[in-house]
């Protein structure tokens, strides 16, 4: 595929902007009611009003923070902080005789990896990315850093991104709005094309905010990148590259076939969400007028209901109050039972909550939690994941690795010569919500030693220790060079059997002994 010029680019950009629109709704209730402090519609963005107030028509923070806790438990569960959450294996491409090295230099390179990440703002990209990823589409954006930050993360808010599925349902095209300011520009992209106009923008208003787009699109026939910077006002293309590998990952919590953009539990969930939110604002209005009070006044005249405001503190001039002999001022008897909308309430929060997996084990609390507990937790929400946990590692974990590995390469950090596709380098995880099924095979290999250890010499004879050790090992994703080589446990079961022998020969009652014990 040729270049495109800076039209084409616009087109597609356009094109691709116009066909999101038909989500635009659907994503917009859930930001509004339930992420709302990510909320980027409703023109808040085009108004550049960062300092609004998002949050005037939420009645309810059920959904709020049953989304935060979902996307904490995500995290947590795949990719929780200050530990390694997957690890680098070699392929069925590589030759059995090059493993064990291959496996070595790939142990290095992940401890490297991890190093790196925990000096960046990977944690921190990464829950703003799930907590998109709960409405349906998360973006995040990876680029090279400097010698202090080599790997730079930005969770991009979906509503600046529009995207282009290729072949397979892989997203090859992404488009992202971009403000940014003049005279950031050049520190932003050193490879900047500064025209004339620009060069104006940058010497007399260095502060103003540009709207640009940047797009990347995928070259099918030389499987490249051509990365592209427009400013569309000018229709100017201020940076172009050539490119092997995508700085977007995007992800899709769900998809239905024949649609590009994903679908999360809180699309399943916005229409209580939003019945929610309106029972508590009806509550709220019905508690304030039983507050305040509503009072009919007698008046003699003829009654005009156009005058007339149901609000707190009013007094609504009526011809009589109970017939002649009535109150000059009555009270204007309430509406509404409180009962039957708690009962409505509870209901809905308690599919809310249900929806975001958050209601089948006790809530968590400031006291500690046995391991057996925190192992059920993760294992329920890796149930209840379903098909979402295997996009969640094609989408996200593996691409995400394979881009950290290509800029770690280009900084200089690595050498990597091979692809992770999973035939020459595979991304095995290791997080807590991955391991939580391997955790089943653990505990029905230790109930079947202690079956087998209860039948005595012959049971004990039949297991094999040092195989069950690496199985265990394996499932629990303990790093293998933590465990004894077989000449090394050969060596030591050598040693341990001569000290036996030799104790007990020690132990043996010599003729000496025996005679002066007698005597």
Same mark, same amino acid.
């Given at each position: 595929?040729?270049?495109?010029n800076?039209k084409?680019?616009? #087109?597609?950009e ?12 659907i *994503?917009?209730?859930c930001y509004?009611?339930a992420?709302? #402090?990510?909320n980027?519609y409703n023109?808040y ?5 960062p300092g609004?107030?998002?949050?005037q028509?939420v009645?309810d ?5 049953a ?7 995500l ?6 902080? =200050?530990?390694?959450?997957?690890r680098?294996e070699p392929?069925s491409a590589v ?7 291959a496996?070595e230099i790939f142990?290095a390179?992940n401890?490297?990896m991890?190093?790196?990440?925990r ?5 921190l ?5 799930l907590?998109d ?9 990876i ?9 730079? %993360?930005?969770?991009v808010p979906? *509503? ?8 397979n349902?892989?997203?090859?095209n992404? *488009?992202r709005k ?17 025209t004339?106009?620009?060069q $104006?923008?940058?010497d ?11 797009a990347?699109i995928f070259d099918?026939?030389t ?8 400013w ?7 940076? *172009? ?11 899709? %919590? ?11 539990p809180l699309?399943?969930?916005i229409?209580d ?7 508590k604002?009806l509550i ?5 007028l039983a507050?305040s ?6 008046d003699?005249g003829v @009654? ?6 149901i609000q707190?503190g ?8 109970g017939g002649p002999?009535?109150a000059s @001022?009555?009270p204007?008897?309430?509406a ?5 909308s ?8 308690m599919?809310i909550k249900?929806?975001?997996?958050d ?15 925190i192992?059920a937790?993760q294992?329920?929400?890796?149930t209840n ?7 969640? =590692? $094609?989408e ?10 290509f800029?770690?390469?280009?900084q200089g950090?690595?050498r ?5 596709n999973g ?21 029905q290999?230790?109930?079947f ?10 049971g004990q ?6 195989e069950?050790?690496?199985?265990? +090992?394996?499932?629990?994703g ?7 080589t077989p000449d090394?446990?050969e ?5 341990? #059997? #001569?000290?036996m +022998?030799?104790?007990?020969q020690?132990e ?10 007698l005597?």
């Open positions: 595929m040729p270049k495109l800076v084409e680019v616009m #087109q597609r356009a094109k691709a902007q116009a066909r999101k629109e038909e989500w635009r709704s *994503y917009e209730d509004e009611f992420l709302p #402090q990510r980027l023109g963005y085009e108004g550049k009003t609004k107030n998002k949050t028509r009645f923070s059920t959904a709020v923070s989304t935060k806790r979902f996307a904490n438990r995290q947590s569960g795949l990719f929780p902080p =200050m530990r390694q959450w997957c680098l392929g030759p059995e005789q090059e493993r064990d090295r496996q142990d390179y401890d490297i991890f190093d790196q990440l000096q960046t703002s990977f944690d990209a990464m829950g703003e990315f907590l990823l709960c409405v349906g589409t998360a973006v995040m954006m680029t090279p850093g400097d010698e202090v930050t080599p790997v730079r %993360f930005l969770a979906q *509503y600046l991104v529009a995207i282009e599925e290729g072949a349902g892989v997203v090859d992404v *488009y971009l403000r940014i300011k003049a005279e950031a520009i050049q520190r932003e992209f050193p490879d900047v094309n500064v004339p106009e620009l $104006t923008c940058i007399d208003k260095p502060d103003e905010e540009l709207d640009l787009f940047d990347i099918q026939q499987g490249r990148y051509h990365y592209h910077v427009v569309p006002y000018k229709q100017q293309e201020l940076v *172009y590259r050539e490119m092997d590998s995508s700085p977007f990952i995007v992800a899709r %919590f769900s998809k239905t076939a024949g649609e590009v953009y994903g679908r999360g699309i399943d969930a229409a969400i939003k019945t929610l939110n309106k029972t604002e709220l209005k019905n508690a304030s507050i009070g509503v009072f009919l006044a007698a003699d @009654l005009n209901p156009q005058n007339i405001k707190p009013a007094i609504i001039p009526v011809a009589r109050n002999q009535g @001022l009555a204007l008897p309430r509404g039972d409180f009962n039957t708690q009962i409505v309430i509870q209901d809905l929060t599919n249900k929806i975001l997996m209601d089948s084990l006790p809530q968590d609390t400031m006291s500690a939690r046995s391991a057996t507990e192992a937790r294992r329920e929400l890796a994941l379903g098909s979402a946990f295997g996009r969640l =590692m $094609t996200i974990m593996i691409p995400l690795v394979s881009r950290i590995l800029v770690l390469d280009r950090f690595i990597m010569p091979l692809k992770v035939v020459q380098v595979k991304v095995t995880p290791v997080s807590p919500l991955a391991e939580a099924p391997k955790m089943e095979e653990v505990n290999i230790i109930n030693m202690q079956i087998a250890n209860s039948l005595g010499p012959g004879t039949a297991l094999n220790i040092s069950i050790v690496d199985f265990i +090992a394996e499932k629990m303990i790093d293998m060079r933590l465990l004894n090394e446990r060596a030591l079961m050598q040693q341990m #059997q #001569q000290q +022998a030799a104790e007990q020690g043996m009652p010599t003729d000496e002994t025996v005679a002066g014990a005597q």
